[in-house]
């Protein structure tokens, strides 16, 4: 069961990675195209400055001081941070907000090459955060805008930068989602490994959930299996889990069922079996010893007992049979009126009603109704009488005899496999099973019997078949 769980964990957590890996590639790779794509954006608006700035600066021939008057005042046009190197690399300006802003460790700059030798170097505006601590401008923050004035001079003549000198941050960031920490291809790493050590961790509560109520439901049928044919396994949920423990808790009662019944049909068996033993050997050994006359009702008596031990036998075996048999009876039609009037013509029992058909198995409703016969002959003496009624959709066949009846409280008794009314073995002899059988056989065809007082005395058994029986 542990390595169950292991697997079952573990294919969890391999389809979450495989997800998560999947997740972060196409993230990281869409996260790409749109730094791509800012990068080009923004590398041709500062070509477009830079080629502005260098027709509109002083030439190389001017004074410096010129020039950095020419340089401050476009970096306050365009609120960019600007600086600008002569041919030979030498610093000519510097906007304030350059000079600032090149000391910050992340600072970027971008260089532009003019026509006359000398270097246009133009800052990029970036701040993690926007005024007040709040979220950047260009995410919707205090100040912040989206749409084409992001990039863009706006109808006032500013450009990316809100402020003058180019201290206000971006309304956009000109390399994607560069303020957030995690937005290299290592922090996504990261990011990922949490979240899937957190999944990961959730999801083995869940999984070993499952996994338990299978162990219990194998502990149970261990225990069951070890012969404690009592234990039933708990039934927890609505899942495939749950409908497994309650099959197997029918199956259980069922087989607690049938074993309980053959020990007790063992039982009694073996026990049955020792009186008609023991009068067949006391009556071998005196068949020496007694003469010709005697000799012929000994025999008679060995003969009796043979019979009894035969149907005994025929009898324990049905029974067997019946309580293993899985499948349902043959569904053949069967006339109870004709199946009737051949089996009260042995015992010249009287026969009424009407023709009735039911499906299902002759030779088993022959032998209910023959067993029902003999009882009634046995123990309720000549006036038999058998009638075939429908009763709704189905049919009702009843045996009625006026014999001493059968208490109210006892009824139901009569049909456990060797139960017989105190007294009856004595005077009428039989093993007790011929009721239990009638039983079994009219519950194999979907029906059921009873036992009722028949009016003016005696008793009546009634065998209830369903429609399609």
């Given amino acids: 069961m542990k390595t169950l769980t292991l697997r079952i964990y573990l294919t969890v957590v391999a389809v979450l990675l495989l997800f998560a890996g999947v997740s972060g590639w196409l993230f990281q790779r869409h996260i790409d195209g749109e730094r791509s794509r800012t990068e080009t954006l923004l590398s041709d608006r500062m070509a477009a400055w830079a080629e502005l700035i260098q027709r509109s600066l002083p030439g190389v021939q001017a004074p410096v001081a010129e020039q950095a008057a020419a340089l401050k005042d476009w970096s306050e046009r365009l609120r960019l941070p600007l600086a600008l190197d002569d041919t030979g690399g030498r610093r000519v300006a510097a906007s304030e907000s350059y000079e600032r802003r090149e000391r910050e460790p992340m600072a970027r700059t971008f260089a532009v090459a003019l026509e006359d030798g000398r270097t246009l170097w133009v800052m990029r505006p970036w701040r993690p955060r926007g005024p007040g601590g709040g979220a950047p401008p260009w995410l919707g923050g205090p100040g912040g805008a989206r749409g084409p004035a992001a990039f863009g001079p706006g109808p006032d003549g500013g450009g990316p930068d809100a402020g003058p000198g180019g201290d206000r941050p971006p309304r956009r960031p000109p390399d994607g989602f560069g303020f957030w920490p995690w937005s290299s291809g290592l922090g996504w790493v990261v990011l990922l490994v949490l979240l899937f050590v957190a999944v990961a961790g959730a999801a083995w509560p869940v999984v070993r959930a499952l996994t338990r109520r ?8 261990e225990r ?17 889990v749950a409908a497994v423990a309650a099959s197997f808790n029918q199956a259980a009662a069922r087989i607690e069922a049938l074993v309980r019944s053959h020990q007790s049909l063992l039982a009694n068996a073996s026990h049955e079996l020792r009186s008609p033993l023991a009068r067949m050997k006391m009556a071998i050994s005196m068949l020496d010893d007694v003469g010709p006359a005697q000799r012929g ?7 009796t007992n043979i019979a009894e031990l035969d149907a005994l036998v025929e009898e324990v075996l049905l029974a067997s049979r019946l309580d293993a048999a899985s499948e349902g009876p043959q569904r053949d039609p069967v006339d109870l009126l004709a199946l009737a009037a051949e089996e009260a013509a042995r015992l010249q029992a009287e026969v009424d009603g009407e023709s009735l058909q039911v499906l ?33 959709t189905g049919a009702e066949l009843r045996v009625c005899d006026r014999g001493p009846g059968v208490p109210e409280d006892l009824r139901e008794r009569i049909f456990e496999p060797f139960y017989r009314l105190p007294g009856h073995a004595e005077q009428a002899g039989g093993v007790g099973l011929g009721l239990s059988l009638v039983r079994q056989i009219a519950e194999r065809h979907g029906g059921s019997v009873r036992c009722e007082a ?16």
């Fill in 224 to 240: 069951f299996g070890a012969g404690q044919l009592s234990h039933r396994v708990e039934v927890q949920g609505q899942d495939e």
């Fill in 360 to 392: 299902g198995e002759e030779r088993l409703l022959r032998r209910a109704l023959r067993n029902l016969l003999e009882n009634a002959r046995r123990y309720g003496g000549t006036d038999v009488r058998v009638e075939i009624h429908r009763r709704g």
């Fill in 454 to 469: 028949r009016e003016g005395g005696g008793s009546c058994f009634v065998i209830a078949l369903p429609a399609g029986a």
């Fill in 297 to 303: 009702a000994l025999q008679r008596e060995i003969h």
């Fill in 214 to 221: 299978l162990a219990a439901l194998k502990l149970g049928v």
